[in-house]
């Protein structure tokens, strides 16, 4: 009967309900029954209150907190995410693969002939290339590394696809501190045939879906090693550059690559750097003759010869 006193009186003063109530019954059945009520209210009180220490640990991590916060919003601090898209992760991994379909290799041979890319017939014209600057190296980074299967003269590329490359390795090493592979690039109609004399999955020579590597603008991207993440990031990275015009890619999975072609828009070349384009001049009006100029003149003249007859004139009259 006293117990349930207690526990009525310690109901109405701390509001407390479910587990509070039931901890309470748990302590009455060691204290004995003779304890007194204080004595009772002091062993309840003293088992469920945090003790002084724990409660100043508690404000102090929430003050420093708030501090934190109340800095980060006045510094107005971000996280630097260069061009990767600010997608979590757990999002991106639920999107598709870009698949490549029969439309997209047509439209980037159309593209790559609009800028006037030309198919590279052979060695000695893609020599040629190289020496006027056409070409350029693949670059080697921390983030971006070449097959090293993949021959000496393969390993170049248009200028806006080395951008792009050089672009694409820095953001994904900060993101995963790894790098990417680059299994191809540049080749040559001479070598595309050979390959398709070995390969059944490569692309023809010529034609409207003829391999758009013949242009140097198009290379592909190992995805042998990635992780699922690394793949659901880079589908995540390049679908907006896609959307935006300025690529175009394939995901191919026979031999795992993201095949990508990359044009001129991603980063248009000075114009000092392209190539001369021959512009018909047009005919120039004739000169203006000279005796136009002494017809003026000879205007000017009986003009004058004018007025000073007439003040003659004048002068005579009054003199009369």
Known sequence: MFQTLVRDSLKRLTGLRGSFFMHLSSLSRFVPASASPLLLAAVLLASVMPSQAAVHRRHHHTVAHMRRVARHMQTGRTTAHATIP?????HVASLPPLKGTYESLVRQNERNQAEGLQRIENDEQLDQLREEKLLVSLPVTDGLHVNPEMPQN?????????RFLADLGRVHYERFHRSLQVNSAVRTVQYQRRLMAINGNAAPADGDVASPHLTGATIDIGKHGLTMSEIAWMRAYLLPLQSAGKIDVEEEFHQACF??????SYAPMPLMSRPPVEVASAPQAPAARPRV??????RVHRSSRHRRVHASLLAAARLR
Do not use: E, G, N, Q
């Open 86 to 90: 600010d997608v979590p992760l757990r």
């Open 154 to 162: 393969r390993r170049y590329c248009r200028p806006w696809t080395a």
């Open 259 to 264: 095949h990508i072609t990359v044009y001129d």
């Open 293 to 298: 100029v002494r017809a003026s003149i000879h």
